[in-house]
Every structure is written in C-alpha cells, then in structure tokens.
C-alpha cells in the first residue's frame, strides 16, 4: 500500500500560479509511475498531467499543456504540478496517483483506472 498525500490547494486569484504537491510514503518511489487527475462534482477525474518512473516522458491533457508541468524529485518522494496562468475553469479537486511500474516505459498512464493508488485530493478554487 502507498500512500499519497497532496497538498498546495486553495484559493487563488486568476492569473496567479500555484505548485501542487504529492508526497508519497514509499521507500521505492522511482518505481511509480505517477499522474494528476482533477475532478469537478458530478464528474468523473480527468486526466491532467503524468510523468514515467524514470521522469523522461511527461505527457498532458490538451487543454492544460501550455500552463501546466509535472515533475518528480526521487530524492524527496513528491511529484509535482506546476499550474501557470491559473483560470477560473482549473476550479477542481485535484489528486495525484501512482502505479508501480516494473518495466522502463515511455508511455505515460493517462486512464484512471491504470493507476492503482489515489491521494486524497487537495482543493483548487480559482477566484475571477
């Protein structure tokens, strides 16, 4: 079992940027494969970002690759999400996710149910 623990959330202003955090509780975090997912109510979580266990490949949702940015720090167990530009419309619950990935791969986990463990969200409310 890992456990994921986000923070960073809250309320921010249009325009302003805002670091996500996910720290994860594993001894062997450089073999998750790790993603950021966001959910509005009544909704299903969408994908957003992911990264591979080796942080060579990083992939997006179309709709947020020019603003936002994942990456990983193995030393301190976090993957981060770097939102630039923050709009209105990034309003969500976010949650980061990670899978053990046995195997180098260059392809990202972009479905949620690739990802086997779950944070439990931070917050992000976007004021206009």
């Known amino acids: 079992q890992v456990q994921l623990v986000e923070s960073g959330g809250g309320l921010v202003q249009s325009g302003r940027p805002l670091r996500l955090s996910c720290a994860a509780f594993e001894r062997i975090f450089s073999l998750y494969a790790m993603g950021w997912f966001l959910q509005v109510p009544v909704q299903e979580r969408v994908f957003v970002a992911g990264?591979?266990?080796?942080?060579?490949?990083?992939d997006y949702a179309d709709t947020v690759k020019d603003r936002f940015t994942i990456s990983r720090d193995d030393t301190k167990s976090t993957v981060y999400l770097q939102i630039d530009s923050l709009k209105p419309e990034d309003t969500a619950v976010y949650y980061c996710?990670?899978?053990?990935?046995?195997?180098?791969?260059?392809?990202?986990?972009?479905?949620?149910?690739?990802?086997?463990?779950w944070g439990q969200g931070t917050q992000v409310t976007v004021s206009s």
């Open positions: 990264i591979t266990r080796t942080g060579g490949s990083t």
């Open positions: 996710a990670a899978k053990a990935s046995l195997r180098f791969s260059i392809v990202v986990l972009k479905s949620a149910n690739e990802y086997a463990y």
